[in-house]
């Protein structure tokens, strides 16, 4: 076995030295870069293939540090920050310009900037050794599934790039929630593991859900990419239905196999392939994106997803990566 301290301190150098680590989030791998280093974080956009119109978010131990990247601190992101920080809340607001500011590039030229702070003791423990806040986008070439496992970090960068921290499978496995605190009311972008109705008890007031990707009138600037109509998605079509549609569409499909992800064990007729997901919203969020590769690894011709329930936040969260994954190519 490698020695963990050992292995953090590395990644800590390789980063001073503009390079790139990959580590381990309570949501997804993120693929870490020195978020002062211009150079570093032009290398991220690189490797990923990330069109460079999406901002990267950077993660922080805490407010301290989160403060080195914004204009201000805000009383209401210091309260979201006692409330669920460490943890899977992205708080968006002014970057901090001037002599001390951040590189343009990590927000792609915007004005704002994303910060959060991860609730993973490796990615803690590597933000503390290097002394300065990392942007962290998922570690995947852009347009993949987010890595949940080393594994998937190390299919999707298997050169020498990219240092992978190892630190198991995570267990959130779902993107954080991404809330603009940079409008007049605090705005989620991107939905997440952190509801709504949380951040309204912790700010004593509404909190306004960003516009639907594709719908009527949504055709403004991107306020976030993690709006993108499609996304997360894996590279098998993959179609959303409803339990009640199963059969006929099973049928439809007669000569070519599918992947199935159903709610819960069921039986699927050959030639098709039964993929059973957890019932319980945590597990199934912590299990999507890696049942997606699975999907993807069987060949199969179509990935078939039994549309899950809708009555929590974290359901709502996991059904907005579920229409992103199954959009309009
Ligand atoms: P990822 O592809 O996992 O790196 O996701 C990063 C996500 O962070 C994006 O898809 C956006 O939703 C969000 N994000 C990052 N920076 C900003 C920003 N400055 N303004 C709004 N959203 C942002
Ligand atoms: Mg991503």
Known sequence: MKDAAHDIRHAADLLRRGRLVAFPTETVYGLGADAFNEGAVRAVYEVKGRPPVNPLIVHASGPEMARRVVAEWTDRADALARAFWPGPLTIVLPRRTGRNGLPPIVTAGGPNVAVRCPDHPVALALLFEFGGP????????????????????????????????????????????????????????????????????????????????????????????????????????????????????????????????????????????????????????????????????????????????????????????????????
């Open 134 to 329: 990392l942007v962290g986008p998922s570690a995947n070439p852009s347009g993949t599934v987010s890595p949940t496992t080393p594994e998937h970090v190390r299919a999707g960068f298997p050169g020498p790039e990219v240092f992978v921290l190892d630190g198991g499978a995570c267990r959130g496995g779902i993107e954080s929630t991404v809330l603009s605190l940079a409008g007049d009311a605090p705005r989620i972008l991107r939905p997440g593991l952190v509801g709504a109705a949380e951040i309204e008890r912790v700010l004593g007031e509404r909190v306004e859900t960003a516009a639907v990707p594709g719908a009527a009138g949504h055709g403004g600037a991107m306020e976030s990419p993690g709006l993108l109509a499609r996304h997360y998605a894996p590279r098998t079509p993959a179609h959303l239905f409803d339990a009640a549609d199963w059969p006929r569409v099973l049928d439809d499909d007669r000569g070519s196999r599918a992947a199935v992800l159903t709610l819960g064990p069921r039986d699927v007729p050959a030639p098709h392939v039964a993929i059973p997901m957890p019932r319980r919203a945590e597990d199934y969020a912590a299990a999507l994106y890696a049942r997606l590769r699975e999907a993807d690894a069987l060949g199969a011709a179509r990935v078939l997803i039994e549309r899950p329930p809708t009555d929590s936040a974290l359901w709502e969260a996991i059904g907005d990566r579920l229409r992103r994954a199954t959009a309009e190519r």
